[in-house]
């Protein structure tokens, strides 16, 4: 199991799994939802997950026309995770659990990403990251 929170320490997260996915997003909304140039995120399944706390929800509609939920900590602005809206208003099985909140830098050492997505929104001085797979959009999930 691995730990971490947001930066007042108010939302915990314990997450006991492997991810799915993990990946760079240099798109729009990763700059503007996370206030950096680019996000790293694990694709995990909700139910691998407990988080501890309220965080706030901001819903959006993606450019991909998905209807997209943001949690982030209300106190302290730590941006947690974030989920797709099923047509039935209910969230996808799949979590986007934002890496940066992991306490152990060691945990991340181990957890290089597997691809970078929205290519072209990476800013032309960051070189792609070497073996990592590189794409226009989202890939399918493996
Ligand atoms: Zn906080
Ligand atoms: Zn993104």
Same mark, same amino acid.
């Given at each position: 199991m691995v730990v971490g929170g947001c930066f007042c320490g108010k939302i915990r997260v314990e997450y006991n799994g492997e991810p799915i996915m993990s990946a760079l997003c240099h798109c729009y909304d990763c700059r503007k939802l996370t206030g950096t140039l680019f996000t790293y995120s694990f694709v995990v399944h909700k139910a691998d997950l407990k988080i501890s706390g309220s965080p706030k929800e901001v819903a959006k509609r993606a450019d991909s026309g998905n209807h997209i939920k943001n949690y982030f900590c209300s106190d302290c602005g730590t941006p947690i995770y974030g989920h797709k809206i099923k047509p039935s208003g209910d969230p996808e099985d799949i979590t986007i659990l !934002?890496?940066?909140?992991?306490?152990d830098i060691e945990y991340l050492d181990r957890q290089k990403p597997k691809a970078e997505i929205?290519?072209?929104? !990476?800013?032309?001085?960051m070189c792609p990251l070497a073996g990592v797979d590189q794409f226009i959009g989202m890939p399918p999930l493996p």
């Open positions: !934002r890496a940066g909140i992991f306490d929205y290519k072209l929104g !990476r800013v032309k001085w």
